[in-house]
């Protein structure tokens, strides 16, 4: 499933240490950053299209701050996060690269191509918005959601415990469930709870159209969570955007059969690759 995936351990001068994931594709071949959604890790999120992109581009892959292996720190904003994915692509000698962005991934791929334009040939949004909730729920979630943090930190094993239980519902498969746990016993807690702070925040409303790289939007039809008229209108937003659709729910990227084969679709249409 993963191809020739070889994780680093790296350091981020001035942020911590983190993991790459780097599968080499074929020589020469272009580079896409993997950003995965909230809650979930690189592989989790990525795992069943990496073996594919890697017969046409190298592919990296990063866990965000306070999710499996990614950074421990105690303040979560989308914009660090998309800095940390360019330290990271760059700490793997990787100077030009299109980020693939997944629900919150994207929004930080397109932070990523704001912040480092110059590093950026392409973008891909998947299942994502240029905003997640109204702006009333995010009034309400900037009251909350800090305590909500604070009580993380405070009892942060409880949390953690509950939070498994929640994230692993469902799933009866033993040897599944064993796989995904291990997946998910990186997760602080508290860093998620500002996650999803960060994620109520969010709206690209005022500057993603300023976007001008080449972009494939993948549209998951079904989607409950990131309702599809929202990722059409992000389509819309950006100059020359192309829309790759997918007949799957917001769980597409793990449960979908042809989700890996349209991915590679939208990579290569803005790689001519």
């Known amino acids: 499933m993963d ?7 790296i350091e981020l001068s001035g942020r911590g240490r983190t993991r790459v994931r780097d599968i080499p ?3 020469g071949a272009p580079a896409v950053l993997l950003l995965h959604g909230l809650g979930a890790t690189g592989r989790l999120n990525w795992g069943r299209c990496y073996r594919a992109l890697s017969e046409r581009f190298r592919v990296l892959s990063v866990d965000h701050r306070g999710h499996g292996s990614g950074l421990r720190t105690r303040r979560f904003r989308l914009e660090d996060c998309a ?3 360019a330290h990271a692509a760059e700490a793997r000698g990787v100077t030009s690269f299109v ?3 997944y629900s919150m991934g994207g929004p930080i791929a397109s932070l990523v191509c704001r912040r480092h334009p110059e590093r950026v040939t392409g973008l891909v949004l998947c299942a994502t918005s240029r905003h997640f909730v109204a702006p009333q729920v995010a009034a309400i979630a900037r009251l909350t959601l800090p305590l909500a943090a604070a009580t993380a930190r405070l009892v942060p094993g409880r949390v953690h415990t509950h939070m498994l239980g929640r994230m692993l519902n469902g799933i009866e498969n033993s040897g599944m ?3 995904i746990r ?3 016993e990186g997760h602080d807690p508290a860093t998620i709870v500002q996650a999803v702070d960060a994620l109520a925040r969010f709206s690209s409303h005022d500057w993603i159209g300023d976007i001008t790289v080449p972009t494939s939007v ?3 039809t079904r989607d409950e969570l990131v309702l599809p008229s929202r990722q059409y209108k992000l389509a819309e937003a950006i ?3 192309r829309v790759f659709e997918i007949d799957g729910d917001h769980n597409a990227c793990v449960a979908h059969p042809a989700f890996a084969a349209t991915l590679m679709q939208a990579c290569q249409a803005v790689t001519r690759n």
Request: glycine share 14%.
């Open 99 to 101: 980020p693939v962005g």
């Open 83 to 85: 800095d940390d994915a």
């Open 3 to 9: 191809g020739q995936a070889i994780d680093h351990d």
């Open 239 to 241: 100059p020359g955007a």
């Open 218 to 220: 993948v549209v998951t």
């Open 25 to 27: 594709g074929p020589p």
């Open 177 to 179: 469930r064993a796989r």
């Open 182 to 184: 291990e997946e998910l």
